[in-house]
């Protein structure tokens, strides 16, 4: 049974259909977190992510986005907006997760041009405006966490273009931490490691010779899990998190040590 108080926090999760975000959406409504999650094509993905989070007795919606189309981003703002209404009565949300992302592996010799935009307009254009548009629904006192890698603090071939725009977010979290916080909104980056999902291709997870690279190179001997990332962004969305702000939180297993 959903079960809903007027002080139960809202977060919106972007790409909480699947992966790491899926993950976290299911860490939070385990802590007493609502959720609103975005997905970009998988419906039925979605819909299974909403039955999860309603499962753990918390209330869940799914609306589709493309965080790289920043044109529907108005349209989704008034979607978010009605399921806001129709859903909790309430006209603001508690908690932002910018995860919504994809990997491009190719040396920085080869990476084309489209293949550049491509990232910039997921991992850097798009979190920066659809953060700023949803200003207006973040309630003050809110939090907003921001998803990098360990490549912006390592480097690996093939990663370039990708490692720069996570780069990008870990300095635009600083400045909104610094601007938003005359509003009480505490702004963090979590950057995980190499972790053993779909993302990429699903490379780590599905080619042994990478993930053993990757496990012996890292100090708890093995490749990360959607389990170690989900409950590390949930914990700086738990209460007794609060003064934790304008922070970079790797979680790595202690990868390139």
Request: charged share 15%; net charge neutral.
């Amino acid at each position: 049974m959903t079960t809903t108080t007027a002080t139960t926090p809202i977060a919106l999760i972007t790409g909480g259909s699947r992966g790491l975000g899926r993950n976290t959406a299911l860490a939070l409504a385990a802590q007493g977190t609502d959720v609103v999650l975005t997905y970009q094509r998988n419906a039925e993905e979605a819909a299974a992510a909403v039955a999860e989070i309603q499962a753990l007795g918390r209330r869940a919606v799914a609306l589709q986005l493309d965080v790289g189309a920043t044109a529907t981003f108005p349209a989704f703002v008034g979607a978010l907006r009605a399921a806001l209404a129709l859903n909790w009565d309430r006209q603001q949300f508690d908690f932002l997760v910018n995860n919504a992302g994809f990997g491009v592996h190719q040396p920085f010799a080869e990476t084309t041009e489209e293949q550049f935009d491509q990232l910039v307009n997921v991992h850097f254009k798009g979190v920066f405006f659809l953060t700023q548009a949803l200003l207006p629904l973040i309630a003050d006192g809110g939090r907003i966490v921001n998803l990098s890698s360990g490549l912006a603090r390592f480097a690996l071939p093939g990663y370039a273009a990708y490692a720069a725009m996570k780069g990008g977010v870990e300095v635009l979290t600083r400045y909104l931490a610094k601007e938003l916080g005359p509003r009480g909104i505490r702004v963090n980056v979590v950057a995980p490691g190499a972790i053993a999902t779909d993302f990429g291709g699903g490379v780590v997870r599905d080619n042994a010779q990478v993930n053993g690279f990757i496990a012996s190179q890292t100090a708890l001997g093995r490749v990360g899990q959607p389990d170690d990332i989900g409950p590390v962004i949930a914990s700086l969305l738990a209460p007794g998190t609060g003064w934790v702000n304008a922070q970079r939180i790797e979680a790595s297993g202690g990868m390139f040590l």
